[in-house]
């Protein structure tokens, strides 16, 4: 049973940058998708960015592309959102995901991951 526990959210200003971490336990990650999402209250969840498993090749969502960045290590089984030019609109709680199975395109529906992490909160301000 795979865990994905995330870390790195907090309270910053409006042109902030955040690096968020996903420690991955309980078995490897090396040859799975996986991604980020994010929530706000009364919302569905909606997709950020997601990655092959090796790294080669990645998506992003439009609202984020050019200011968001997905990486991965899978030596020490850790995906990584570095998000740069934060905006109050980029505030929610961020989940990453792992697909348990290969796949050619990467899938940008919550339904189509299998593990989920608990969320870490980010927060801009104006």
């Known amino acids: 049973q795979v865990q994905l526990v995330e870390s790195g959210g907090g309270l910053v200003q409006a042109g902030d940058s955040l690096g968020l971490s996903c420690a991955a336990s309980g078995g490897p990650i090396s040859t799975y998708t996986m991604g980020w999402f994010r929530q706000t209250p009364g919302k569905e969840r909606e997709f950020v960015a997601g990655?092959?498993?090796?790294?080669?090749?990645?998506n992003y969502a439009d609202a984020v592309k050019g200011r968001f960045t997905i990486s991965r290590d899978n030596s020490n089984s850790i995906l990584y959102l570095h998000v740069n030019r934060l905006k109050p609109e980029d505030t929610a709680a961020y989940y990453c995901a792992l697909r348990r199975s290969v796949v050619v395109e990467i899938p940008s529906m919550p339904n189509e991951y299998d593990y989920w992490g608990q969320g870490t909160q980010v927060t801009v301000s104006s």
């Open positions: 990655i092959i498993w090796n790294g080669e090749r990645a």
